[in-house]
């Protein structure tokens, strides 16, 4: 079992601190903890759930069950670049679906998953609130309306491009 | 030349954000630097209302309404308006209908029926300016309320103003104050619930980024008329900017001592937490929200005890939607009387619509109670898009139901609704055309209720996912008729006999569709899909006449589904292709359609 002092990378100790803190202090609950771990992490790695859950007299049990109920919290780690399809009515009647099913070609993942080279993760949202410009999806916090099927293409190409100079560079 | 001292209001909320409003509001500013015109104020304000048009810029106190805008479109913007007084004609709003442009934002169709009075600052001020919002008044009902009424009092004239709840159930407000104002105990608390999760309503987000102060004074009125001190407010992750600018107003709302110990000098204290959400429909249920805020999984709960009784943390709580806090302060500014003069017999004052789908002019709409549906779709939105037919509007979101054509003149109150078998919900309009297939969207709303279950109880967590099976079978084309009736039943069966709200409200969709739509079950039935939607029931096919031989779709097919030689008519073979449709987008003479199987 691994605790604090473990932790050799000084950065990820003082986040970790700093996420104590926080729940210590600010009146925290588990869904602000866990909200705060994938904050850092982009995930909930099980090493720190165990962790913490020593460290602050939480039960791992209760930490699962919440983990569990809510949609933004995911066990696995995610892609470098995250796309947010909306599946919201308005998307859906514009042809949302359509769209959808041209990303899982595309990538050849599904929403919830993350591409073996771990660049892309697509995740599926209802309604991110801005249908007046549906279809509509967030890639890497930036948000794209009146999307179709060209707009994507362009959109995944020019991330590929990136990580493909990246990569070039290395 | 002398130039004259303009304001330009540009729209920085998420819909324009959306397509790209920083970069039209940065050039603009470098611009207006640039050539030192200092008699030019640019204002970032919040949704102006017609998001289908942004990014748009409102130029005050000419009231000139540019949309569509680019930052290219800034020059001309500036040398024309701006320098000599011209308005650029082409970048204001163009009528549809009549194709005429129309720059004064007050005579745009879409404005000039709406009646703002939650939404009256929404688009005027600047969200993260608490300055702003104070110069128009701002602050000055709570400290009315402080120095002049008791808390009995301000109960009273929210009584008379007959507001009721603008969460969903339309519950009157002045009475659930007051049922908690009666418990006696130290510690209560006030909610705001901005956990908006029904799919293709964005109106708490719009006003949560728009006008945070009048929901901070709402409830800060509400807590001084039930007794509380401290109040919460929930909202759902996705909505970034609504938190970020939440966040932004609480502080500035504690600095200038608008929360905090002893507001205006009277004695009173009271201030404001934020919770995010993460990610689950059901905490829009008040049990299951105030279980959320507590940290735990959001599941609901049996009521009684009510939340006015024992809530969040076992106190007497209160518990109101977004738009309900946002009212209030308007109601004390313009008296009860005015506002309960608005409306119906059945409703007072306003709703807030936000209007999407097949619609001309998408956004959110705000009218008196009482407006019929067809001056909502088409005098407000304008109508449907490339001269489709319009179908129904669905109305209310996973808990509502579709409203048929035939019901357009219907004057919409909660009792109207509610009698067609649709609810108001908290104000999601979503405008179907004849493009819509009514089986696959009650597929996609079980769909939705069915993962958003929070499986507590029984009926729920099986009724959806059986209702699900069965709509799967319509979808597939392998149900039979009486699955019709099976489906009614246990619409019915859910409906009655499930815990909370989500499960009372989720056979809705499909109970409605049966109800207006029975023809298109029993086409699918019959192993057809009227709105060519459902992808087992359709397939694709190549017009040999239009089809020019490009093999541009042969290329690009994702699973080699299409054959034929360069400059002859393709073909598709049914048994490979998997409906994806890009083909249709791609082919460069529209030689590509759906047809029924």
């Known amino acids: 079992m691994i605790k604090i002092a473990d932790i050799t990378n000084i950065e990820e100790r003082k986040a970790i601190e700093n996420i104590i803190r926080n729940y210590r202090e600010d009146s925290g609950t588990v869904i602000s903890l866990l909200q705060d771990i994938q904050g850092h992490y982009n995930y909930l790695p099980a090493y720190i759930l165990q962790l913490l859950s020593r460290e602050l007299k939480i039960p791992l049990s209760k930490i699962y069950s919440v983990a569990t109920f809510y949609a933004q919290f995911s066990f696995n780690e995610k892609g470098k670049h995250i796309i947010t399809v909306c599946d919201g009515t308005a998307c859906h009647v514009k042809g949302g679906p359509l769209l959808y099913d041209y990303l899982i070609n595309q990538l050849g993942i599904h929403g919830g998953e993350t591409t073996p080279d771990k660049i892309f993760s697509i995740e599926i949202v209802r309604c991110l609130g801005c249908c007046a410009i549906s279809p509509v999806m967030i890639v890497d916090d930036e948000l794209y309306g009146n999307l179709n099927m060209q707009k994507i293409s362009k959109i995944l190409s020019k991330i590929r491009k990136e990580e493909m100079i990246q990569e070039g560079s290395k | ?597």
């Open chain 2, 1 to 597: 030349m002398i130039i004259k001292p303009r304001e330009l209001w540009i729209c920085r909320s998420t819909g324009c954000n959306s397509l790209n409003a920083k970069a039209v509001h940065d050039e603009l500013v470098k611009q207006i630097k640039e050539r030192r015109l200092t008699q030019i104020e640019v204002k970032k304000v919040g949704c102006m209302g017609l998001c289908q048009c942004g990014p748009s810029i409102l130029i005050q106190p000419d009231n000139v309404y540019y949309v569509h805008l680019k930052p290219k479109h800034i020059p001309e913007i500036i040398e024309k308006h701006l320098l000599k007084d011209q308005i650029v004609q082409h970048l204001a709003y163009l009528n549809q209908e009549t194709e005429e442009f129309i720059p004064n934002k007050e005579n745009i169709p879409y404005y000039n029926r709406q009646r703002k009075i939650t939404l009256k600052n929404s688009g005027t001020i600047d969200p993260e300016n608490i300055d702003e919002y104070i110069r128009i008044g701002g602050y000055e009902n709570i400290e009315k309320c402080l120095k002049k009424y008791k808390p009995s009092e301000v109960i009273q004239i929210i009584k008379n103003s007959r507001l009721r709840g603008r969460g969903g159930a339309g519950f009157p407000t002045g009475l659930k104050w007051e049922l908690c104002a009666k418990e006696i105990n130290d510690t209560k608390y006030v909610i705001c619930n901005g956990d908006e999760g029904d799919p293709g309503a964005f109106m708490d987000d719009i006003l949560m980024e728009s006008d945070p102060h009048s929901v901070i004074e709402g409830m800060c009125v509400g807590g001084y008329a039930i007794g509380a001190h401290q109040g919460y407010i929930y909202i759902r992750a996705e909505y970034a900017l609504a938190i970020k600018r939440f966040d932004i107003a609480l502080k500035q709302a504690r600095m200038k001592g608008f929360l905090g110990r002893n507001i205006h000098g009277s004695g009173f204290d009271f201030d404001i937490q934020l919770k995010k959400g993460a990610g689950a429909f059901v905490c829009g249920e008040e049990t299951a929200l105030m279980a959320s805020i507590e940290g735990k999984r959001g599941t609901p709960r049996p009521r009684p005890p009510f939340p006015a009784q024992s809530g969040l943390w076992g106190k007497p709580t209160n518990i109101n939607n977004v738009k309900t806090w946002a009212t209030i302060p308007h109601i004390l500014s313009m008296g009860a009387d005015s506002y309960s003069k608005i409306g119906t017999e059945d409703a007072s004052g306003t709703i807030i619509l936000a209007l999407t789908g097949k619609i001309n002019n998408s956004g959110l709409v705000e009218i008196p109670m009482g407006t019929t549906i067809r001056e909502v779709v088409f005098d407000i939105g304008g109508g449907i898009p490339h001269g489709k037919k319009f179908k129904a509007i669905q109305i209310g979101g996973p808990s509502g139901g579709c409203i048929p054509a035939e019901h357009l003149d219907t004057v919409m109150d909660y009792k109207n609704l509610t009698s067609l078998g649709a609810i108001m919900g908290s104000g999601g309009v979503i405008v179907l055309d004849e493009d819509t297939c009514m089986v696959d969207l009650a597929h996609y709303f079980i769909t939705f209720t069915q993962r958003e279950s929070c499986g507590k109880c029984a009926p729920c967590r099986i009724g959806t996912l059986k209702m699900l099976n069965l709509l799967t079978k319509f979808k597939n084309g392998v149900a039979k008729m009486e699955d019709i009736d099976e489906l009614e039943h246990l619409a019915d069966i859910v409906k009655k006999t499930s815990l909370c709200g989500l499960g009372q409200t989720a056979p809705n969709p499909v109970l409605t569709t049966i109800r207006y739509f029975r023809d298109e079950y029993e086409a699918h039935v019959n192993g057809s899909c009227p709105a060519l939607v459902c992808k087992d029931l359709i397939r694709y096919e190549i017009i040999p006449t239009k089809c020019v031989g490009c093999q541009f779709c042969a290329k690009n097919c994702p699973v080699h589904a299409i054959s034929g030689e360069i400059k002859q008519a393709h073909m598709i073979d049914s048994n490979l292709c998997i409906r994806c449709g890009l083909c249709v987008v791609q082919c460069p003479s529209d030689a590509i359609r759906k047809v029924g199987m």
